[in-house]
């Protein structure tokens, strides 16, 4: 797809992106609640927060999906709600889940997205094959999509968002439900990406994603950016070390995250599947108090180390969350889709 000359002058900007006060309402859910953002060129800058924050209604007023019921936003220089017709032709969007036909084939669908982008057949053709082996899909090009895995199904979504090389890709949770080999082949292709010139922006509930990937990471909650900077710095924001527990048994876990909260002071991250519970090391002194609470509890402990922050500490010491398991808390194994309106 052509780009104007305007535009091209744009895309050497040092900002991608940059919002200003961004606010969409549904009935009495205020659902983003005035984001203000800057994502430099040629970096992935993360969006972080839980179920219902506000992340894929961010996405979707910054790809013109939405209009925003106050404040503004411009990519590469362009106004999102002025020049839409301009804006859609500088991004690609990637949505949690593939936009494609499943009674096609790999090849169908990439083929059918490049026509309507105005590529000739010729080129739609090349375009496919090249994505296809890009996102290694070629042997299965030919195969109806319904037999795709998810983790197939996700990559060849992605491969449809790059047919027109757009420098700002949009990726809303793209590993969402995939297996640990297939997420890790992902952030591979994320990182190939920025490295040949595309900007990212990447929302995500997974902690370890953001860590790995993220240049900046911005962290929205309850429809407002919280906290903002990079993942060395948010990290160094809230301290320098962490107490790790593992419980022995399951039915210890709840009871436990409570007598570390009391004894510590602090909240705490609970994972029921690894049985371990993470907490702010606010006070060392108070150990020693807990360890003897735990054995006066009959609480059995598996092992217990001291480690330096990770963004699971940042997410909970800037939200305040605690444990109890919902959707709004993606730090104890919810992982699902946020809902557009919330």
């Avoid at 990290?235 to 039915?251: E, P």
């Avoid at 006066?296 to 217990?304: D, P, R, S, V, Y």
Wanted: aromatic share 4%.
């Amino acid at each position: 797809m052509t780009i104007t000359n305007e535009s091209d002058k744009e895309i050497n900007s040092n900002w991608a992106v940059e919002a200003r006060g961004l606010v969409k309402t549904f009935a009495d859910n205020r659902a983003v609640d005035g984001v203000d953002m800057n994502v430099r060129t040629g970096t992935i800058y993360g969006v972080l927060g839980p179920n219902g924050a506000g992340k894929t209604t961010t996405i979707r007023m910054l790809s013109t999906l939405l209009k925003p019921d106050a404040g503004s936003a411009r990519i590469f220089g362009h106004d999102i709600v002025r020049e839409p017709h301009i804006v859609r032709q500088l991004i690609g969007v990637t949505g949690q889940y593939a936009s494609v036909d499943e009674t096609l084939s790999a090849t169908e669908n990439l083929i059918i997205f490049s026509r309507l982008l105005g590529l000739s057949r010729v080129e739609a053709k090349r375009k496919a094959t090249d994505l296809l082996e890009e996102f290694g899909l070629t042997e299965a090009a030919k195969r109806p999509l319904k037999k795709f895995s998810g983790g197939m199904r996700r990559r060849l979504d992605l491969a449809a968002s790059l047919i027109a090389q757009p420098p700002l890709i949009f990726l809303d949770e793209p590993t969402t439900g995939l297996d640990p080999r297939t997420r890790s082949q992902m952030w591979d292709t994320i990182r190939r990406l920025v490295k040949s010139g595309s900007t990212i922006l990447l929302t995500t509930q997974y902690l370890d994603e953001a860590d790995q990937l993220a240049d900046r990471i911005a962290v929205i909650d309850r429809g407002r950016v919280i906290v903002e900077g990079t993942v060395d710095g948010l990290k160094a924001s809230v301290g320098t070390s962490s107490l790790q527990l593992s419980i022995q048994n399951d039915k210890d876990i709840l009871r436990a995250c409570l007598l570390v909260e009391n004894v510590l002071g602090v909240p705490t991250i609970m994972s029921p599947e690894t049985r371990k519970i993470t907490a702010p090391m606010a006070n060392a002194d108070l150990v020693t108090d807990l360890l003897l609470s735990l054995r006066e509890a009959g609480i059995g402990l598996k092992e217990i180390s001291v480690q330096r922050p990770t963004l699971d500490e940042v997410f909970l010491t800037i939200t305040g969350h605690g444990v109890e398991p919902s959707k709004s808390n993606p730090l104890i194994g919810n992982h699902h889709e946020e809902a557009i309106q919330a």
